[in-house]
């Protein structure tokens, strides 16, 4: 067995795999893995011995080390192994109308903003594209008989820094297992080249900006990706992104006791968000261990929603899902150092940040 799955190879590489079946079978397979989110041993419609052959042949992508459900139900977070022994989570949310997957698309984060439990923990590698479409079938696997309606990248890691196997993982959710593009949302802490690349694609996805302060001097503390890309150079990424794709912006704001919720930060949130039309998602910051400060308190935060919105901004306050088995925002850490573990040449980020 090789530590490749199934899920890593393209049309073409499975058709190599398969290269003494008949023609068909490539495409039996490739409907069986992303259309009805089967395992090899479950496609019946291929002969035993192949289905052996592919179920001996490649690893799975993703192994379950633990799954926890919230007390209410509406919440399932796993914690995956991958086949070097590295971790990473994801996080399924079933609402009334709709049935959400969080995805990670990093073990671990470069990023460094210090309010983020994964941000705490740095770097270990990027996900391969299957190991990111992987978590996408699995909570399809498990919301059954309900659908998978949306995809969120706003698990674990920064996508737009391991944009190319981003990109082919949310390629393949769209055409090969039929998600739309408007159900789609790709959440960066800012990454300007990466969101102009974004702009240009042939899928109109949907952008989050994880901007938690609206001037320099603040975000530069908060995410230090903002000494790199400042505000104003982030406004006309996003600008042009709205505009190409035609699709909502919003920004995700988590609320810092006394640090970004004062009156003069919904001022300056309200003046950036209405430039850009942008939608703005509040949350109360999410206890995490390397952060001391705590979230707004509800007053506050009802406060700093009723500020923007007299100010002719469209805001929602975000409902925290999950917190009770540590799978709110900003809570994705793997906490327990998987065996094995070891420091990875790989590079951070991938080429987009070198442009
Ligand atoms: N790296 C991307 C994708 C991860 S999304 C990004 O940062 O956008 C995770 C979201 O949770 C981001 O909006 C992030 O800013 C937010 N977040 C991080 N730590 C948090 C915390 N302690 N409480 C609430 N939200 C948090
Ligand atoms: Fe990385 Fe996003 Fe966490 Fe920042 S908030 S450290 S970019 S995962």
């Not at 192994?81 to 671990?108: K, N």
């Not at 190991?131 to 309606?149: D, F, H, K, N, T």
């Not at 090969?176 to 593009?181: F, T």
């Not at 982030?234 to 919003?250: D, F, K, Y």
Request: proline letters at 6%; aromatic letters at 6%; a positive charge.
């Amino acid at each position: 067995m090789t530590p490749t799955s199934l899920l890593d190879l393209d049309r073409d590489q499975l058709a190599a795999a398969c290269a003494d079946e008949p023609p068909y079978r490539v495409d039996q397979i490739w409907r069986g893995l992303y259309e009805r989110a089967a395992r090899p041993a479950e496609m019946t419609d291929l002969p035993l011995a192949l289905r052996r052959r592919l179920s001996e042949d490649f690893a799975p992508a993703l192994t379950e080390i633990t799954r926890r459900t919230s007390a209410d139900g509406g919440t399932v977070k796993w914690l995956w192994r991958l086949h070097d022994d590295r971790a990473v989570e994801t996080v399924l949310m079933h609402y009334d109308e709709r049935v959400t997957v969080c995805v990670s698309t990093q073990a671990g984060c470069a990023m460094g903003c210090g309010f983020c439990a994964t941000g705490q923990a740095g770097f270990e590698r990027h996900l391969s594209t299957g190991e990111i479409v992987a978590q996408v079938l699995e909570a399809r696997r498990a919301a059954a008989p309900r659908r998978v309606s949306n995809v969120v990248f706003m698990g674990m890691g920064e996508p737009l820094a391991n944009y190319d196997r981003t990109w082919a993982a949310i390629e393949r959710i769209h055409d090969d297992m039929g998600i739309s593009a408007r159900h789609i949302t790709v959440s960066t802490v800012g990454l300007v080249p990466g969101i102009e690349r974004l702009a240009t694609e042939r899928l109109p996805v949907n952008l989050a900006v994880s901007l938690h302060a609206a001037d320099d001097e603040l975000r530069d503390r908060l995410v230090p990706v903002n000494r790199r890309w400042p505000l104003e150079e982030l406004a006309r990424a996003c600008e042009h992104h709205r505009v190409a794709t035609g699709r909502r912006l919003s920004f995700e704001w988590a609320l810092i006791d006394g640090v970004n919720d004062r009156p003069d930060d919904a001022r300056r949130l309200a003046a950036y968000a209405k430039r850009l039309r942008a939608h703005v998602n509040l949350i109360p910051l999410n206890p995490t261990p390397g952060w001391p400060t705590r979230g707004t308190p509800p007053a506050g935060v009802r406060a700093f929603r009723d500020a923007l919105a007299r100010r002719g901004v469209n805001v929602t306050v975000r409902r925290n899902r999950g917190a009770d088995i540590e799978a709110a925002c900003g809570q994705l850490r793997v906490e327990r150092r998987p065996r094995n573990a070891r420091a990875t040449s790989e590079t951070p980020t991938d080429s987009i940040l070198e442009r």
